[in-house]
């Protein structure tokens, strides 16, 4: 029990699903936060499409709902809310754009030349800019971290760094991507095709209107990239990864490979060697890799620890939330 | 460990007991032999092909062993074709001559496929097979593997191979 009360003020950029996440559970957890960390959570500000707000004091419930209808819309923009509200941490929930990164580079940029920490889930700065951006933290003495980005609610990225600190990882592979691995388990489970399964998925959420980036395997070298680049200390491009999607994978297919003893799941591989390849392999039945519905899943080889696999849920607002927290918390304990 | 042995007899009798008697006396268990009577070598020896199970420690006493009984031994390997996978392959297989495929894996010498099974839901469809490759090592077999993969990429036909 911390005595000692420090605030830490917190902006939203990105008011989605995600930044409503982040904001909720900062609503749920601020009480437990403050006194098993002895930090007080308030979120001061919120950028979004639909508007900007802001209070030094923190924003109040009726003014965030206020902002999700459409009202009060306020009159700044996102990048002065950034730079002129008094604040530690920005956090980056806008939409991935894999070629500009847009927003949210400007977005991070902005923040750390400000001196804020940056906490983002978006996967489109940190898998272009890694290395331009995680050198513009460290001048600026600021943190950048993007738990988040990769496997959702699964630690991954402060798994190897903090937990597994001193081995040498020399692969990750595993599924990083909950759409795929929904669609091919639904497929072999139900004996129901391709195009079938993925309209279901559509109808229930789990795969978007267009689902080219999730079946033809882009989010998944996205988020290989951004593991190359953090863990493996590359300066990989989604350009350096081969790509190859589910979208061919047949019924006969998953039934051959269930003769076999083996399932069919979309795996994306990084090594030591500089191996980035996404695509669908086989996985024997007892493998750990082989996990269902939209769970991801990833087998971290180590010199020390041996094999290590962590299973978590990828998607889901208060699952990305989830990691966004816990790198808020991180930077102060 | 499995290990496959070739070793070369004198042609006189009593020489395979004295062959296989050191390898039960080092715990070994012999899975299989040939006898290549057939095969002299040119110096007049038999050529003999073993696969025994056996502790990897008591290899080289047993080599040793063999040695000094006159017993020539001439090739210790893990036992040829220890390795296998299972491959995956979707696409126009058939039309896109699967056979010339195989031939392409078996006339490597070190690697073979061993299984084959076909699934052709109709004539303009895609087919799909399950492939397995042996080989004799774990090298082999990735060379193997990387072979049907150029095969299938000039043919259009997606390898899934296992992780």
Redesign the interface.
Known sequence: MNTKQKTVRISIIGFGYVGNGVAEVIRRKREAIASKYGIDLKVVGIADLKGVIADEQGLSEEAIQALNAGKNPGDMTGLELIRDVEHEVMVETTPTNVETGEPGLTHIITALDAGRHVVTSNKGPIARDYRMLMELAAKRGRELKFEASVGGAMPIISLVQDNLAGNGVTSI?GILNGTCNYILTRMADENLPYEHVLKEAQEIGIAETDPTKDVEGVDTAVKLVILANSVFGMNAAYKDVTV?GIT???L??L???D????V?KL?G?VDSDGRLEV??????KD?P?NVCGTLNVATIKTDLAGEITVIGKGAGPIEAASAVLSDIVGLYS | MKVSMSIELKDIPGQLVLALQPISDFGGNIRSVVHHRDKKTPSGRIPLQLVLEIEERNLSVLVDRLKERGVNVVRIGEERLMDSMVVLLIGHIVHSDIRETIDSIDSTGFAEVVELSLSMPGVDLKSSASVTISAVGTEELNDALAILEAAAEKKGIMVIASI
């Open positions: 592979k190859k061919e994978i047949t006969d297919a039934k051959l490979a003769d076999a003893g083996y069919i795996i591989d695509a669908p392999r086989l996985v024997p493998d890799l």
